[in-house]
């Protein structure tokens, strides 16, 4: 296993853990307040995004900050993360991405 891949596994890993420490806390989406549902208690989860289909209500790790805005890298390095519904997290990310000019988006997508 190459590095990078062993990474993303750690990394989708800690993401799994701290999405179920967020829903334990509180298992309302941030914004909507809907009660979202973890990936695990969809049995055929896989299935359904290989047919491009992602429950609403189902438990993700919303960023407060998106990767583009500087405020995310600001405090401690760490992020400030909070739970959201799939619906709620996509639609954040699209408005957020929207505003920002194209010029950038390319000058911060080169950053790594």
């Not at 990474?7 to 999405?19: H, M, N, T, V």
């Not at 179920?20 to 009660?35: A, V």
């Not at 359904?48 to 438990?59: H, S, V």
Request: charged share 40%; aromatic share 8%.
């Amino acid at each position: 296993m190459s590095k990078n891949k062993k990474g993303k596994k750690q990394s989708k890993s800690k993401i799994k853990k701290l999405r179920t420490s967020l829903w334990k806390e509180n298992s309302q989406c941030y914004y909507c307040k809907t009660l979202t549902i973890l990936p695990t208690d969809f049995p055929n989860l896989l299935e359904l995004q290989k047919k491009g289909i992602t429950p609403d209500n189902m438990a993700t790790v919303e960023h407060l900050y998106s990767r583009y805005e500087e405020e995310r890298f600001k405090e401690g390095g760490q992020d400030q993360c909070v739970l959201s519904c799939y619906k709620c997290n996509q639609e954040k990310e699209r408005e957020k991405t929207s505003l920002i000019p194209i010029e950038e988006l390319r000058k911060r997508s080169k950053k790594k």
